[in-house]
């Protein structure tokens, strides 16, 4: 039967509570262990794809088509493993099936309530997970901090899980703040007891705190928070400011997190290999060298709208041993003829995005790189906006752009073959994994080193058939094909490096593990710069 750690947080939000279940996974999958993780995020939304980016950040896609939160790319990325739309509930998603089951007479005349029945729905989801991934460990977050009147449902179905399985399935895991208080030259404690003390009135008590704080946590601290909180002193863990996340899993290994989740969940596991892991943080620290990519976007005040681009742009730089600086450019500057903050870039990323705010933009950005020979990637929208601008400013068509931003003379960019004319809602894009044969001979074959691929998609348009072989005269080369002979790829012959992908290769990217299109593209840039 697998084990199950629930982590909470308190105090505030963007605690890096992600971070630090994605850090736990690595810490047991290295011990051998196969771990498996479930986010709840207790918001209404049935999923996050129709939120803004400025709400949420970045939308991160499994091989299965969902869309999800973007800690489970943290997951992903730190356990190394693929998951599924099954790790991401959300309130509405637990709402939606209960009320469906209403209607259908499935509740046989009874009252349905908060308890039972969606704490049953909360706790059915976290037992259908555990069946289907067969992992020895289910780390399962609760979104929100403690405290939220939306997040209630959810602790109280875990606090009942634990009745249902035991103390010794089962364990809390509450990530705090120990904020500093630099006039009194001090470190915190009260917001953490006092956010246990939240936990406690319903009836959880953690096992371990995981200590946030910008300054080290002191033994004196860590005694406080033991005694006030009622946890054991050395399951009090410091979770410090680091400079690369990727540090995170280390810390927590030197203080010994893992060992005390196997001897409270009575689990035994072989020792934690972290040797690659070492590797990579030690590869992060030793970074001398740095190249800049700017990436043109419409929500960049917020860089987590693009988390796992500028994530897979560093993986790269891990693997070429540069470090990759990303800046961030407004896509409405560009607009507004601003040019000059591309100045001085060693490559330019236009990542996927959705709506017509900023497009001007992006495909001026692909013109500039095209133009002004910078190694350039278009991922999705990019891909889009990069052959918008071959249309209009090589082909000469003037009216050239895409059916998603209304009609136009020349509709280069078109609705998908199966993709309805309807926007914004479930079921209307290509989503998910799809396969894409390379053309061989192209920049891309050689990145991949592979003729048949997988990669994760999220769209409803993409490039018209109709226009294809102009482009192809203009100098586009076609290098990836779905089955369905939709244009997966497209690549500039003459150019130290253009490539356009319509799927998201950011996804799959991992850190010990850079995807080979963005190794490519560091490659070509680290290339390029010698040139
Ligand atoms: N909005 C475009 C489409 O739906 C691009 C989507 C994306 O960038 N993922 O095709």
């Known amino acids: ?132 991934s067969d992992a020895d460990v289910i780390l399962v977050e609760i979104g929100g901090t403690v405290g939220d009147i939306e997040g209630l449902p959810f602790l109280e179905a875990i606090r009942q899980f634990r009745m249902d399985v035991g103390r010794e399935s089962s364990l809390f895991i509450h990530v705090t703040l120990i904020p500093y208080v630099a006039a009194a030259k001090e470190l915190k404690t009260k917001p953490t007891q006092h956010s246990v003390k939240e936990l406690r009135s319903i009836g959880i008590q953690p096992d371990v705190i995981v200590c946030r704080s910008e300054a080290p946590i002191t033994e004196e601290i860590r005694a406080k928070v033991a005694l006030f909180c009622n946890v054991e002193e050395r399951a009090v863990i410091p979770n410090p400011d680091v400079e690369s996340i990727y540090e995170i899993p280390l810390c927590f290994a030197e203080a010994r997190l893992d060992e005390i989740v196997l001897e409270k969940l009575n689990l035994t596991a072989g020792p934690a290999d972290l040797e690659s892991w070492r590797e990579l943080v030690s590869k992060i620290k030793g970074l001398r060298d740095q190249v800049e990519v700017g990436i043109v976007g419409k929500y960049v005040s917020l860089p987590d709208a693009y988390l796992s681009a500028a994530e897979a742009l560093r993986h790269a730089g891990f693997h070429h041993g540069v470090e990759v600086a990303v800046r961030w450019i407004e896509a409405e ?145 076609v290098a990836g094909l779905s089955s369905e002979g939709l244009v997966e790829i497209i690549e500039l012959e003459d150019h130290p490096w253009f490539v356009g992908t319509l799927f998201h290769p950011e996804f799959k990217s991992r850190p010990t593990r850079p995807h080979p299109l963005f190794a490519g593209y560091i490659g070509a840039i680290l290339e390029n710069r010698k040139g």
Not at 32 to 40: E, Q, R, T
Not at 85 to 113: A, F, H, M, P
Not at 369 to 388: D, K, N, T, W, Y
């Open 1 to 132: 039967m697998s084990k199950f750690v629930f982590v909470t947080g308190g105090v505030v939000s963007s605690l890096g509570k992600g971070i630090t279940v994605a850090s736990l996974g690595r810490l047991l999958t290295s011990r051998g262990l196969k771990v498996s993780v479930l986010k709840f995020d207790p918001y209404l939304n049935v999923d996050p794809g129709t939120m803004s980016p400025f709400q949420h950040g970045e939308i991160f896609v499994t091989d299965d088509g969902g869309q999800c939160d973007l800690d489970l790319g943290h997951y992903e990325r730190f356990i190394d493993t693929n998951l599924t739309k099954d790790s991401n509930i959300t309130s509405g998603k637990i709402y939606w099936s209960i009320l469906s089951r209403e209607r259908r007479g499935g509740y046989d005349g009874g009252t349905v309530q908060v308890i039972p029945h969606v704490t049953n729905e909360i706790k059915d989801r976290i037992w259908s997970l555990a069946k289907s």
């Open 333 to 477: 500057d560009l607009e507004r003829g601003r040019l000059e903050v591309l100045e001085g870039l060693d490559g330019i990323l236009v990542p996927g995005g959705f709506g017509h705010r900023g497009v001007e933009g992006k495909i001026k950005a692909a013109q500039y790189a095209r133009e002004h020979r910078v190694p350039f990637f278009g991922i999705s929208l990019g891909m889009q906006c990069a052959a918008i601008d071959l249309a209009r400013h090589v082909l000469g068509l003037e009216g050239a752009g895409s059916v998603e931003f209304g009609s136009c003379a020349h509709p280069v960019i078109s609705f998908l073959p199966g993709c309805p004319e309807v926007t914004g809602l479930e079921g209307s894009m290509r989503i998910g994994t799809y396969t894409c044969q390379i053309q061989p001979g192209s920049r891309s074959a050689a990145c991949y080193g592979e003729s048949i691929v997988q990669e994760r998609h999220r769209n409803r348009y993409g490039l018209n058939q109709q226009y294809v072989e102009s482009l192809v005269g203009a100098g586009m080369r």
